[in-house]
């Protein structure tokens, strides 16, 4: 590959940003400068006021193996600040973020995955936790968000054997939103973007924070805790658009503010 390639593409469609991580060769797999183009991207994402979600793919056929080994041993840390483990893991976005797949989500790949809000996965597409078999821990999100979303039991077999499960597999445990035809997951993820941003971007942005959040939220202080997020939706101008929209059977004119 050309060494001036850019490792991480970047459109604006409509109000959704498209990453696309850019490194075929090495299965798209992370070095620092990745890790760090992605940090840029959502830092400057987030700050976008016209864009609503982002959706992240990887260039041919694959989403990501996870990090580059090879850069590792020569040095490369693919971890940026409080984000984590390509520029995302530990803290992604404050708006919504689709990962698209196709092919595989190895390793650091599928822990870029669960540090998403929805998945869209290709049927067949692989999901692995390897890095026990090379005498390393999934410590990216594997093992702190998976016993959340999925059934202990399931996390163990994966964490513990390295071995593959499908697409269709984690479809079937709620992992993944949508499972397609191979070639088409950037596509349906598109298209669920355009459907999510139908809605209000003040309260898309505010739905996401909360249950973001609310996990660690008691009976005692979570409406409290959700009280904020909430005033500062209802008491917004696309509040009010909103509801004369709907009142008017047109759609509504959002003006993020």
């Known amino acids: 590959m050309d060494a001036n390639q850019e490792t991480l593409l970047t459109e604006a469609r409509n109000g959704v940003l498209i990453l696309t991580i850019n490194r075929p060769h090495v299965r798209n797999a992370i070095d620092a400068a990745t890790a760090q183009r992605i940090a840029e991207t959502f830092e400057a994402f987030d700050a976008d006021g016209s864009l609503s979600i982002a959706v992240i793919t990887g260039a041919g056929g694959g989403f990501s193996s996870g990090m580059d080994l090879g850069a ?19 803290r992604s976005a404050d708006k919504p973020i689709i990962a698209a797949i196709e092919g595989f989500a190895i390793a650091g790949g599928f822990e870029m995955a669960i540090a998403c809000d929805l998945i869209v ?13 090379r005498g390393l821990l999934a410590a990216a999100g594997a093992l702190v968000r998976l016993p959340r979303r999925i059934p202990y039991h399931i996390v163990m077999e ?7 499960m499908t697409a269709d597999r984690l479809h079937a445990l709620g992992l993944i939103n949508r499972v397609v035809e191979p070639g088409t997951a950037l596509e349906h993820a598109l298209a669920l973007a355009q459907h999510i941003i ?11 924070r909360i249950l973001a959040r609310q996990q660690d939220w008691t009976l005692e202080n979570m ?19 909103g509801a004369a929209a709907f009142k008017e059977k047109r759609k509504p004119d959002w003006k993020r503010r």
């Open 158 to 164: 994966l964490a513990l054997t390295g071995d593959v």
């Open 121 to 133: 996965a290709a049927q067949g597409a692989k999901f692995a936790l390897p890095e026990v078999r």
């Open 223 to 241: 409406w409290e805790k959700q009280e904020p997020h909430f005033r500062a939706v209802a008491d917004s101008e696309d509040a009010r658009e």
């Open 72 to 90: 590792f041993g020569k040095g490369s840390k693919p971890s940026v600040g409080d984000r984590g483990f390509a520029g995302m893991t530990r």
């Open 198 to 208: 139908e809605g209000g971007p003040l309260a898309i942005a505010a739905t996401k």
